[in-house]
């Protein structure tokens, strides 16, 4: 008789909550076995996604994937498996003067589902996608061969691989590119806008710095509409840093790490809450600009100081909404969008902002293309999917875009793209989703 893995699986925003086989192995042949006995199975990161991404009938998870393999000093080169997380690899780099080109929001995701949603951060603008520093990775797929894939070798698979949501195979190792950086500090400026119209005139001011990235106020209306704080930053030189951060610029103090202990009661979070701590937030800054050296987790992952900060939704779970606006039409495009979640109460505690450059035409399944993205959590409540039809109908208007690593109801019309990809044997819940939409 077989053992039974079946168990709970869901996601960061804790919806939806699926009961699936879920597997995790580290050895290859074992590995093999798994996927040569199954019909479904869909690769799993660290389960950081927001929506049903990675979640299937049958889950393969990475995070026994886990070793290093190799540290290229002299070039800033890293072959690891595909489990090993964003967090371990600066732990090992940091010190040595690397840093990640390209993060998102948290260290807590693998590298191997960095590699499949072909993650983005606040210099998509200035340095592209995670894919642009892969330089090869090696993937089993549906026979259990394992294949090296990059853009000279099995070049079709490198590119389907990237941004494809693991519909391809398994990813089982990655060998990427590191930048070089002198201290673990960022040069920050912080500047307040008191509109729409402000914070793109920044954004297009700011269009030379590495890093930007803005937080809006989503329940504002009328001349306050789009009021917001837009942050930008570079990696600090050493001699740039006061004294204190001079001496060990490489080097961080460990820092308290609070943990959410429950899941808050639904009551808590509503349309008050959340335009109360928008308020306080946008006053917390007192000038109308601030310079600053921050350590690098604060400048880009402030939410990973907080262990289950999601338990602040609650236990029905929240969704987080991103799409991306054409340039031309993306001030035109967000205003109807913030008037959109304005007038349905359903505001959002972190709205993000970010100014996308020019996309990759051989990553045909990436997110990003030239425009601004605007990134929202939403608890999940009766009125959530209303609302985010509405949002979907104004993203097609504009002819954006939506981002699968965090969808999980949004119309099949927009999400079109994700057919590029088949596959007879890696399915997942959302590719399924999509596809009997689209049927």
Known sequence: MKPNFTQKVTNWGNFPVVEKEMRSEDSFKKIKEFVLSHNEIIARGNGRCYGD??????????????????????????????????????EISVPQGYFLYVTPGTKFISVGGAIASDVHGKNHHAEGCFSEYVTEFKLMIENGNIITCSREENSDKFWA???????????????????????????QESIKAENLDEIFRLFEESENWTYTVAWIDCLQK????????LIRGEHAFQHELPNNLAKQPLRLKKKLQPTVPFYFPGFILNALTVKIFNLLYYKKQTKKEVKSFIDYETFFYPLDAIHDWNKIYG?????????VIPKEAGKEGMKQILETIAASGN????????????????????????????ALDFKVNSKLKK??????DTVQQFGGRIYLTKDSMSRSSLTNYLKNIQSSKFVSLQHKRIINNNS
């Open 53 to 90: 991404a990675s979640l299937g009938e049958t889950i393969f998870s990475t995070r026994k994937l886990n070793k290093f393999i190799s540290f290229d000093r002299l070039n800033g080169v890293i072959e690891c498996e595909s489990g090993v997380l964003l967090s371990d690899v600066l």
């Open 161 to 187: 691989t990237i941004g494809g949501m693991g519909l391809t195979g398994i990813i089982l190792t990655v060998k990427f590119k590191l930048k070089n950086i002198e201290s673990a500090y960022i040069r």
């Open 222 to 229: 009328g001349k306050n509409l789009g009021r917001s704080i």
């Open 315 to 323: 236990k029905a779970g929240f969704i987080q909404y991103q799409m």
């Open 347 to 374: 505001g959002s505690f972190l709205a993000v902002l970010k100014l996308f450059g020019k996309n990759n035409p051989e990553a045909y399944n990436s997110f990003p293309f030239e425009g601004y993205t605007l």
């Open 387 to 392: 609302l985010v039809e509405k949002l979907d």
